[in-house]
């Protein structure tokens, strides 16, 4: 079709051609059906020699991170027996960004790539194209466009911060769990002791108890941290974005965060949020981080499942305040092997387990503080015995290790 230039020198065509015609002066007569000529040919020009090109995208990495820069590169290969025109390329970044380009005449068979960057600055879903073909004639009369490749979808997911799962005996959760590991006793039998307050009945050995006068329990091995769950409240009710625009952009950050530290310091890890999302298995980080990318507030988490899991194990509920009905929900997977934990992005707890995570240093800051500055590394699977432990290295799982062909 015409371009802007080719309508305006129709238009003037046309006047030349009545002008012309009215008062007889042939001169304008011959102008006018001169611009006019010009304009069709030029238009005929752009439909009928319209490029056969075949394009190809690759998008690295696959999954972006807040933050990161990745690389869109596109493989252009002229299919045509005869020598590709100039073509302009375009390619919507985003709704409000586009990459633009200009190929070159290729000649039959040739192989060129061309390449652009795109900024992760929000988490989300990132659209690329579809890329458009724009072939002009050479007076810039006429214009004709192509789809050259489809849309391609890029996750954007959370930043992350590195933290370390907490150590019996090291910060205030790891002594609570080493208290909480020595009443339950999961471990091998280690000892009998005298019973004190707060020991399991069930711990209580009555025969070595009949032979003495004070109650007698079994003390058994330690046994550190061995699965995690973290849940993440995306309930509208829970936060006030208009007090704080950023309120549940950090409980995003935490939830990311708890499910990598978790996942890599081998222990089995669970991730819960509203819609029924329930993740778990191996591949557990890569897929939360996938989900997380899109996720924007919606359903309140309704029924939780009991987790089946064997070992100590912590509920790590990530939400706005200790009000939220996220946090009593939560109350529905503790049992005595279990340890609930709160982290709060909007009015942080005075609580002995529970993090502020007003701002994301608050958060890593308050997190390191409880999981006791001298935690196993994150590498480490958490695994004491009293007096001994025994790290199991763990795979890590870096979701931006494997980059994906995208071809069109």
């Not at 046309?14 to 006019?36: A, D, K, Q, Y």
């Not at 633009?100 to 929000?122: C, E, F, H, K, N």
């Not at 942080?348 to 240093?361: K, N, Y």
Request: hydrophobic content about 40%; proline content about 6%.
């Amino acid at each position: 079709m015409p371009t802007r230039q080719g309508w305006t020198i129709s238009a003037g065509g046309l006047v030349s051609l009545v002008v012309g015609r009215v008062f007889g002066i042939l001169e304008l007569f011959v102008i006018g059906t001169g611009l006019l000529v010009a304009v069709s040919s030029a238009v005929l020009v752009v439909r009928m020699r319209r490029p056969e090109i075949s394009i190809g995208r690759w998008v690295h990495p696959s999954v972006l991170t807040v933050g990161d820069t990745g690389r869109v590169d596109l493989g252009v290969r002229n299919d045509s027996p005869f020598r590709s025109p100039k073509v302009d390329l375009a390619e919507p970044v985003g709704p409000i960004n586009t990459a633009r380009m200009t190929l070159s005449p290729l000649l039959p068979g040739d192989q060129v790539t061309a390449g652009y960057r795109i900024p992760a600055t929000r988490r989300g879903v990132l659209t690329l194209g579809p890329l458009e073909i724009e072939r002009r004639d050479q007076l810039g009369l006429a214009v004709s466009w192509s789809i050259g490749a489809g849309a391609t979808d890029v996750m954007v997911a959370p930043r992350t911060v590195d933290l370390s799962m907490p150590a019996l005996g090291h910060g205030v959760l790891g002594r609570h769990l080493m208290a909480q590991a020595q009443r339950l006793g999961p471990g091998e039998f280690h000892a009998l002791r005298d019973y004190i307050d707060g020991d399991e009945p069930r711990s209580i050995h009555w025969k070595a108890s009949a032979r003495s006068e004070e109650l007698k329990v079994r003390e058994h091995t330690a046994e550190g941290v061995r699965r995690c769950i973290i849940v993440l409240d995306r309930s509208e009710a829970a936060y006030d974005l208009d007090a704080d625009e950023d309120v549940f952009e950090r409980a995003i950050v935490a939830a990311g965060s708890l499910v990598q530290g978790g996942d890599r310091a081998g222990l089995t890890t669970r991730f819960v949020t509203g819609g029924g999302i329930d993740l778990r298995g191996p591949e557990v980080a890569t897929q939360t981080l996938r989900v997380l990318a899109p996720l924007q507030l919606g359903e309140p988490i309704a029924e939780l499942e009991r987790d089946p899991g064997e070992g100590l194990g912590l509920v790590i509920v990530v939400t706005a305040s200790k009000s939220a009905a996220a946090w009593r929900r939560a109350e529905q997977l503790i049992d005595p092997t279990l340890t609930r934990v709160g982290v709060f992005t909007a009015q942080p707890d005075a609580g002995r387990l529970s993090v502020d995570a007003t701002s994301i240093e608050n958060f890593q800051h308050g997190w390191e503080k409880l999981a006791g500055a001298t935690a196993l590394s994150a590498r480490d699977r958490l695994f004491e015995s009293v007096g001994s432990r025994e790290p199991v290295s763990a795979v890590d799982q870096d979701p931006d290790r494997a980059w994906r062909k995208v071809g069109v």
